[in-house]
């Protein structure tokens, strides 16, 4: 076999000389080391994932004791004593380890606002102390709306940013000025369901609607001004089915309606101003992007200015049979959707 494969012999006497024979030692060193090192490493990987699995635990778990104590803060009797729990459940908020914790505490300061409260006795001398104590809680309150109002402003993903957050403010009266300048509503479900809106003013001005679920359903606008001004509605669905316009200065100058789906059916618009222009410009309607019809029937022109004079694009849907023919004159359109053509 071994004269088929062209070798004569097998030196058996050949022998490794000194720099082989090193090199070989440093390769098994080498190797050794590496393997060591890897071990060495997984080790140390492991014990990072589990010094971090503890970190996590014990935050969690002082984050549910003071959590515990801020709730408990919030059901006292004591206004005082509930607006430290307000101001404790925010600081959780801001520092919760994770979402589903941050959210938690949201949802308790949203479900505050959403008690019943009693209103205004009035300032005789007779209600003095609920008189007092009416101001007292409604600071508290307007101290929530503050606080929502304020992280929604803030960048998502920066420190004490809400953005993102689901905020359940279905029925909560807003008495207050509040401001949402230039806050993105990209995600989360945003409900301002059956809210009031009686006082204050209240600016979404610049806010972004591009994602996630944004909804005024059977809101009332019964006093204050709510500011839509240079809104860009451009990728999610805002619903004001059967909203109330009733009494509210509504501005929704220069906002641009270019993509997802805005629905006022059945909204009514029995007194106030509502209007589609303002500093900045009138509104722009893309196709198909507003409706003023619903399942619940169109919208309903009874009484309040509603002024469309200054709006660009076609006009949204229904809304020309809705407001009925001839044109009320508390409602203006611009000329262009009064043509044969439109």
């Known amino acids: 076999m071994v004269k088929l494969l062209d070798f004569e012999e097998i030196d058996s006497t050949a022998k490794l000389d000194a720099k082989t024979l090193f090199d070989l030692v440093k390769l098994s ?3 050794v080391a590496g ?4 071990v060495a490493l997984v080790v140390a990987y492991r014990r990072q994932r589990v010094d971090e699995a503890g970190a996590h635990r014990e935050a969690t778990r002082l984050h549910t004791e003071r959590f515990g104590q801020a709730v408990e803060q919030l059901g006292s009797d004591s206004p005082a004593v509930q607006l430290g729990g307000v101001h404790a459940l925010a600081g959780l908020a801001d520092d919760a380890p994770d979402d589903n914790l941050r959210q938690t505490c949201i949802d308790v300061l949203c479900a505050y606002l959403q008690l019943p409260f ?3 006795p009035g300032d005789d001398p007779a209600h003095q102390e609920e008189h007092h104590r009416y101001l007292a809680l409604r600071k508290v309150r307007h101290t ?3 606080l929502i109002s304020d992280h929604c402003c803030r960048p998502q993903g920066t420190h004490r940013s809400w953005q993102g ?3 359940d403010l279905s029925g909560v009266t807003i008495d207050c ?4 300048i230039g806050a993105m509503f990209s995600s989360g479900t945003v409900s301002f369901n059956g809210a009031t809106f009686s006082d204050g003013v209240v600016h979404f001005g610049e806010a972004t609607f591009s994602g996630g679920s944004v909804s005024f359903q059977e809101a009332t606008f019964a006093g204050g001004s709510v500011y839509f001004e240079d809104v860009v509605f451009s990728g999610t669905n805002v619903r004001f089915d059967r909203a109330v316009f009733s009494g509210s200065y509504v501005n929704f100058g220069g906002a641009t309606f270019s993509g997802g789906e805005v629905y006022f059916g059945g909204a009514t618009f029995s007194d106030g101003y509502v209007e ?3 500093p900045t410009g009138g509104a722009t309607f893309s196709a198909g992007v507003v409706h003023f019809d619903g399942p619940t029937g169109g919208a309903s022109f009874s009484g309040a200015t509603v002024d469309f004079s200054h709006a660009s694009g076609p006009a949204p849907e229904w809304l020309l049979s809705a407001v009925g023919m001839p044109v009320p004159p508390t409602v203006r359109f611009p ?3 009064l043509s044969p053509v439109s």
């Open 165 to 167: 957050c689901d905020l």
């Open 276 to 278: 589609f222009h303002g």
């Open 335 to 337: 000329s262009t959707w």
């Open 35 to 38: 393997a060591g090192a890897l």
């Open 144 to 146: 929530i709306l503050h």
């Open 177 to 180: 000025d509040l401001n949402f």
């Open 29 to 31: 060193f080498g190797v």
């Open 118 to 120: 009693t209103p205004d």
